[in-house]
């Protein structure tokens, strides 16, 4: 007699290519408990009923055309490898890719080197975004010419390319990035704003047409709000001095303006010079940062004997201050003032604190050893450029 538990063999034919795993009679039971309310009933399926009853797919595991995609997946990486790629980067980042079949590397290759991008630069292009070579060479001739309407030469689309491959090939909706040229330019953006915005925040043209409305109307409205009636001149200034604010959203945007108005007590006059001056820097900033580093800020300067009024007037005068973490803020004063700068020099020179911790002690002992008398003398040249302080420091071993 045969064991309830042991599996019935069926011969399958060949040519339907699946391998079938067949259940143990007698194994397989369904319960219920709603037809009948609480009475419980069980029926016992026999695998030759079930096999009967349900396709061999739901059993199956299919062997595709595994031969013909391996060979085309090879062919892509002696492809990539022969132009130089690095595939390992190129698989981390965008691993999807490689299991497409189709793609178009050597097409590329062929459009970018018409362009005058080096082979060097195509292969870092596939390595850092390797999306690129599923574009067909229609549409990178469409976005090509797109961006020429904006930028004066292939060079500076190539020099973008190099630093952001995605900022070109994130997106191959040309229609999209068409309507929002006409768009910017319908709303009086310059030739110079949108170069700023493509070289420095190409991810704008990427939006949809009605994300970017909704920001430009937004900045209209706060200009007539603040009493300024240029409001396609306050939107370029806004541009010009923040390219990343149309990728960021309004309601993030507008918090800031809050926090900046209610916070300093700027009246419309004050808030507008800021805005369209260093505050635009931190419009785009995620308000928790803005609150977090501020408060940092007025509590480590109140600590080292500063008023409120001075702590003001210091991040006025010096926004970009709130860029700065609560660790890296706090260490770099601690620096100055280990070295024996007063709090007062610090705060009539906040550029200074552009400058790396290691920048700030080396220049300092090169100073004092020179004979330079930071305490009563300008601490300005410890935020110079490299250039400009050797030339000063120079001077002063001379003297």
């Not at 194994?27 to 079930?50: K, P, V, Y």
């Not at 915005?197 to 990427?206: D, H, I, Q, V, W």
């Not at 937004?218 to 409001?231: H, I």
């Not at 050893?369 to 420091?393: D, E, M, V």
């Amino acid at each position: 007699m045969q064991h309830p538990l042991s599996l019935r063999q069926i011969s399958i034919p060949k040519g339907l290519g699946y391998l079938t795993i067949i259940p143990p009679r007698n194994l397989l039971c369904m319960r219920s408990n709603f037809l009948f309310g609480s009475r419980c009933w069980m029926i016992r399926f026999s695998a030759e009923i079930l096999l009967k009853s349900v396709s061999f797919r739901l059993f199956s595991v299919k062997c595709g055309n595994a031969n013909s995609e391996s060979l085309e997946n090879e062919k892509l990486l002696n492809n990539l490898l022969t132009m130089g790629v690095d595939v390992d980067m190129a698989k981390k980042r965008q691993p999807g890719v490689f299991n497409r079949t189709g793609t178009k590397e050597q097409e590329l290759k062929m459009f970018l080197l018409s362009k005058g991008a080096s082979k060097e630069v195509i292969a870092s292009v596939i390595s850092r975004y390797p999306r690129a070579i599923t574009r067909t060479p229609e549409s990178l001739s469409e976005r090509w010419d797109l961006w020429r309407k904006i930028m004066t030469s292939d060079l500076e689309i190539i020099n973008i390319l190099e630093r952001s491959p995605e900022s070109f090939f994130r997106s191959s909706n040309n229609l999209n990035l068409e309507n929002n040229i006409k768009f910017f330019y319908s709303v009086g953006l310059t030739h110079k704003c949108l170069s700023r915005l493509l070289t420095n925040a190409p991810r704008t043209f990427s939006n949809s047409l009605d994300l970017n409305k909704q920001m430009i109307e937004f900045l209209q409205e706060v200009s007539l709000s603040l009493g300024y009636n240029k409001p396609g001149d306050f939107v370029r200034k806004i541009i010009l001095k923040n390219p990343f604010i149309l990728i960021q959203s309004t309601k993030r945007v507008k918090t800031n303006i809050e926090f900046l108005q209610s916070t300093f007590s700027l009246n419309n006059e004050k808030l507008l010079v800021l805005l369209c001056g260093p505050g635009a820097k931190i419009l785009d900033l995620s308000n928790d940062y803005v609150n977090r580093n501020y408060t940092n800020i007025k509590e480590k300067l109140l600590f080292l004997g500063c008023t409120e009024e001075e702590i003001h007037k210091f991040i006025l005068r010096y926004p970009d201050v709130i860029f700065l973490g609560e660790k890296k803020f706090n260490d770099k004063l601690d620096c100055l003032i280990e070295e024996k700068l007063s709090i007062s020099q610090i705060i009539e020179n906040p550029r200074i604190l552009d400058s790396s911790i290691n920048t700030l002690k080396s220049r300092i002992k090169e100073l004092v050893n020179a004979g330079y008398n930071l305490s009563t003398s300008n601490i300005a040249l410890l935020s110079w450029s490299q250039k400009r302080y050797k030339a000063k420091l120079k001077k002063l071993n001379i003297e």
